[in-house]
């Protein structure tokens, strides 16, 4: 059974969300605010965590940091906040996913399911030793490590992901559509700007040249 840590103050939402995930089959525990969920988490060892952006004492995105600083998790945010700069500070302390507020249960759940998803793809990955390469832009799947002109740069599970979909196949242009399917596991229309944020995160982090926006179809890894 999957542990599923959720940090929510709000009681309302947080029990409504237990009780889901509860009934998905899920192993859940709930804390309310930083300071108990940093304790909740070293204690029960989630194998993912929903959380709150906005929390009493240390706000969500310190929390995120502490947690993978001390051991990596896949997490999925939620905000109340709709700006992008928000949602992008987020995905840069290390969350992987986020769902705006509110937020119907059936999407926050297709969410953990397909953040589980992930792992386990990222697992087998990990058997995989060969390398990519494009440009300057190398990609070690085994490792999960990437560099750039041969500096290695820190990405989220969710960047690395979507990075190697792409190098897959450098040069096709991939849709929205798809890469929601291939790389977050569901397709939602309104969830499109998910993949428009991870895209801007990999520009900040490789340059703003190495994935071509094709505008109205979708996103392709530059040939070099």
Same mark, same amino acid.
């Given at each position: *059974? ?14 409504? #969300?237990?009780?889901?995930? /509860?009934?998905?089959? =899920? ?30 004492? +240390? ?7 502490? *947690? ?6 896949? #997490? +999925? *945010? ?10 992008? &500070? ?34 087998? +990955?990990?058997?995989?030793? /060969? &390398? ?8 070690? $799947?085994?490792?999960?490590?990437? =560099? ?9 599970? /969710? ?13 096709? #242009?991939?849709?929205?559509?798809? +890469? ?5 596991? =569901? ?7 998910? #993949? ?16 071509? /926006? ?9 040939? $070099?």
């Amino acid at each position: *059974m999957k542990r599923v840590l959720v940090v929510e103050d709000d009681d309302t939402i947080a029990l409504a #969300v237990r009780d889901r995930l /509860t009934a998905e089959g =899920f192993d859940v525990r709930v804390a309310a605010d930083g300071e108990s969920a940093l304790t909740a988490y070293g204690g029960s060892e989630p194998d993912l965590v929903v959380l709150d952006r906005l929390l009493p004492g +240390l706000d969500g995105l310190e929390v995120c940091r502490r *947690m993978q600083a001390a051991r990596p998790v896949p #997490v +999925l *945010m939620l905000t109340a906040l709709g700006e992008e700069t928000d949602m992008l &500070v987020g995905l840069g302390v290390g969350a992987d996913d986020y769902l705006a507020k509110p937020f119907s249960m059936r999407e926050l759940v297709a969410r953990v399911h397909a953040l589980l998803r992930r792992v386990e793809r990222a697992a087998r +990955l990990a058997t995989e030793d /060969t &390398v990519i390469r494009v440009g300057d832009v190398e990609i070690d $799947p085994a490792a999960r490590r990437v =560099f750039v002109a041969g500096r290695e740069t820190q990405l989220t599970r /969710t960047e690395f992901d979507l990075l190697h979909r792409l190098a897959e196949r450098p040069g096709q #242009v991939f849709e929205r559509d798809r +890469l929601l399917s291939d790389v977050w596991g =569901f397709t939602e229309a309104a969830a499109t700007r998910t #993949v428009d944020s991870h895209v801007r995160a990999l520009r900040r982090k490789l340059g703003p040249d190495v994935v071509r /926006t094709v505008h109205g179809v979708g996103y392709a890894l530059v040939r $070099p």
